[in-house]
């Protein structure tokens, strides 16, 4: 059986045959799987499946204050119950363990500190309130900023004496990547096509390592997914607009950047991205209502127009049908 990559040929690429794809899916468990997790999930696994290559399942919990206990058990449960599978996990390790990023810290250490010995990363003092008061953005309008304000470099060329006035205060410092302001960064996502970036000019400097000391989430995902060898992303488009920064971090530590496919939102009936209240329900309702695993890979597949038909199926029935035949008409829909 060969192996497949995709290689970008006009508005959408064609399968050509290369090294095996690794791909994965990266939940938090800071809640329970809702039917917007569950379809990336799917769509993740489809991705990878279909042309019958490997698939990670990662636990990223670094945001220990938001983790919620039991969660990961039934994350687990959950994706299980529904037949998706994977090849290498925190349940059943694997050549790239640990695969859950709480127990990974001295890997993200390492790595900071190579920033650090390169002089690419500051500390910021700044609050979010300094920042959004330097960009004259208010609260409620920072609310609606996915990424917040642009970071104008406040704490950029602090001197030693200055540095040592706010630690005087008691404040405790984030560390920032410098974001050169020469270049901007244009990759091609297998769905949403080309996206272009100034990092500099939209975001600025970028937060690494957090004030409390929890690794960035921008940091953290670049590392993991590199040393897992993962060569396809695939997630949600309300990540897209970070995937510019995390290409200047694969770019200066040296790791191969991976293929992006960033996968559409669910929306709820009046077309707007779930709300939180509609987030959390997850698969329990479901079941209760007497919903089986094939119920909900049909509703799963047909909210995003892989399915018509509604009849109950399951993952490996989609990955058999979109397999590396029509794998190019599965991504077709989507990019629809």
């Known amino acids: 059986m060969h192996q497949y990559k995709l290689s970008m040929v006009g508005a959408m690429p064609e399968i050509v045959e290369q090294s095996l794809v690794r791909g994965r899916y990266a939940p938090s468990p800071t809640g329970d799987l809702h039917m917007g997790n569950l379809r990336t999930a799917l769509l993740a696994w489809l991705f990878a499946r279909c042309t019958h290559s490997q698939f990670v399942l990662r636990i990223e919990d670094l945001d220990l204050p938001r ?87 406040t704490c950029r060329t602090l001197t030693s004496t200055q540095r040592r006035r706010y630690e005087a205060m008691g404040r405790h410092s984030a560390l920032r990547f410098r974001v050169s302001d020469e270049r901007s960064i244009t990759f091609t996502d297998l769905l949403v096509g080309k996206y272009t970036q100034h990092v500099q000019q939209t975001v600025g400097d ?106 109950p199926t399951t993952p490996q029935k989609l990955a058999y049908q979109y397999s590396i035949d029509t794998y190019n008409a599965m991504r077709t829909k989507l990019h629809g």
């Open 67 to 153: 983790v919620r206990p039991g969660v990961t058990q039934r994350m687990l449960a959950d994706l299980h119950w529904l037949e998706l599978d994977w090849d290498e996990g925190p349940d059943c390790g694997g050549p790239y363990a640990p695969y859950t990023q709480s127990e990974r810290l001295h890997i993200y250490q390492h790595y900071l500190q190579q920033l650090q010995n390169a002089d690419l990363i500051y500390p910021c003092y700044c609050t979010r309130a300094e920042i959004a008061q330097a960009a004259q953005i208010s609260s409620t309008q920072q609310q609606g900023m996915e990424d917040g304000p642009r970071y104008p470099g």
């Open 206 to 311: 970028f937060i690494v390592r957090r004030s409390d000391g929890i690794f960035a989430y921008q940091f953290a995902v670049v590392v993991d997914d590199a040393l897992m060898h993962i060569n396809q992303v695939v997630r949600g488009t309300d990540l897209l607009s970070s995937t510019a920064r995390q290409i200047l971090l694969y770019e200066v530590l040296g790791f191969p950047v991976p293929q992006f496919a960033h996968v559409p939102l669910l929306l709820n009936e009046q077309g707007h991205r779930l709300a939180k209240r509609e987030k959390s329900a997850g698969l329990a309702p479901l079941k209760s209502a007497g919903k089986s695993p094939q119920d909900i890979i049909a509703e799963l597949a047909a909210s995003c127009g892989l399915m018509h038909d509604n009849l």
